[in-house]
């Protein structure tokens, strides 16, 4: 099962470009007459990468290599000699240079050109013209071949409103986790009817603790594609999506604070109705639009129906009310991460992208 798995996951349409790539490169430096065409096929294996941006950039580096490598060889053969212990020191000089600057995708590529030199025992201009047009061929339909990449930000988008849907699910389950309770600190004297004060008891016991891992999962999944999503897109930018969900993954880290925090009250208190109502309240308007400037004024409010109200009666209830205190404090910071998020967007110009 797991083979096949593996078989499912492979980039068919990479392979597919790889295959075609070198073929073509192979044909096209026979064509033209060139020595050792095959390499042409080779560099053009070595230049197709996963997305666009990443194919580009390696093949700049590669062509600094080539003449680093170019210069370094005539300077050795044709002052030392063509010999198998001269081309030992080259490779020794040629892979520390190109570790010091960063070049290391061009070592291999570039080892095998600077052999031609080494077998035809010249440096001549026609033979530096010819592993010129090796490369010229071999980089160019790499990245010709590459620039065939489907933007697959329409299933992107699909999967980002699954995962929000998923995050409402989870609010959702944490108000429940905070209302349903098997015991009971609410005072006779309160508003709450009774019959609902035992139906969350009954509730209680049919719950589980909110699971985080379906959330964290396609979350995971959904950054991947973004990036690759980035990769393959060289004009516009995308760096707004990967922020976004960069965001949405503090968001998280914030939410399982809270999740713990709940843990810690074993029992239902009149303070937990209200922020439970407000948990539900923030699922509903949860979208990618939402500048929570209304959720935070709502907090805003609460704290101060929380300060007017009655103190505790005992050491248990203040401890839990305590924990309440804290789960409101980390909900709005949950809330914060958001309007943060919002007002850098406003520092870009993009107001116009956020409902007011």
Excluded at 118 to 147: P, Y
Excluded at 237 to 257: F, N
Aim: glycine residues 4%; hydrophobic residues 45%.
């Amino acid at each position: 099962v797991k083979q096949v798995n593996k078989f499912r996951k492979l980039n068919w349409l990479l392979l597919f470009k790889t295959g075609i790539g070198t073929a073509i490169a192979i044909i096209v430096a026979e064509a033209i007459g060139l020595a050792y065409s095959p390499s042409a096929g080779i560099i053009t294996l070595l230049t197709i990468q996963s997305t666009k941006k990443e194919t580009i950039q390696i093949a700049f580096r590669r062509i600094l290599a080539f003449v680093l490598a170019v210069v370094l060889a005539f300077i050795l053969f044709t002052n030392i000699g063509y010999t198998p212990v001269v081309f030992g020191l080259f490779s020794l000089i040629f892979v520390a240079l190109c570790n010091l600057l960063g070049l290391q995708d061009g070592i291999s590529m570039n080892a095998v050109l600077a052999t031609h030199f080494l077998v035809e025992q010249t440096m001549d201009a026609a033979m530096i013209l010819n592993e010129v047009a090796l490369l010229i061929i071999g980089m160019g339909i790499g990245i010709v071949i590459n620039l065939i990449m489907p933007k697959n930000i329409k299933e992107i988008q699909l999967e980002q409103r699954d995962f929000e849907e998923e995050m409402k699910v989870t609010l959702r389950s944490l108000a429940n986790d905070l209302r349903y309770k098997e015991q009971s600190l609410i005072q006779v004297n309160s508003n709450e009817p009774s019959e609902i004060i035992k139906n969350y008891e009954e509730l209680a016991s049919k719950r589980k603790t909110t699971d985080f891992i379906t959330l964290e999962g396609k979350l995971k999944i959904l950054i991947k594609k973004a990036k690759v999503n980035s990769g393959n897109t060289l004009l516009s930018d995308t760096s707004y999506l990967i922020s976004y969900l960069h965001m949405r993954e503090h968001q998280i880290d914030g939410l399982k604070s809270i999740s713990k925090l709940i843990n810690h009250i074993p029992v239902l208190l009149e303070q937990s109705i209200h922020i439970a109502d407000y948990i539900n309240h923030v699922a509903e308007s949860f979208h990618e639009l939402n500048n929570v400037k209304g959720l935070l004024s709502d907090i805003d409010a609460l704290y101060d129906h929380y300060r007017m109200d009655r103190l505790p009666e005992t050491r248990e209830e203040f401890e839990y009310r305590a924990i309440l205190f804290q789960i409101l404090n980390e909900f709005e910071h949950f809330l914060r991460i958001k309007r943060d998020f919002v007002l850098e967007l406003e520092n870009k110009n993009l107001k116009s992208y956020w409902n007011e």
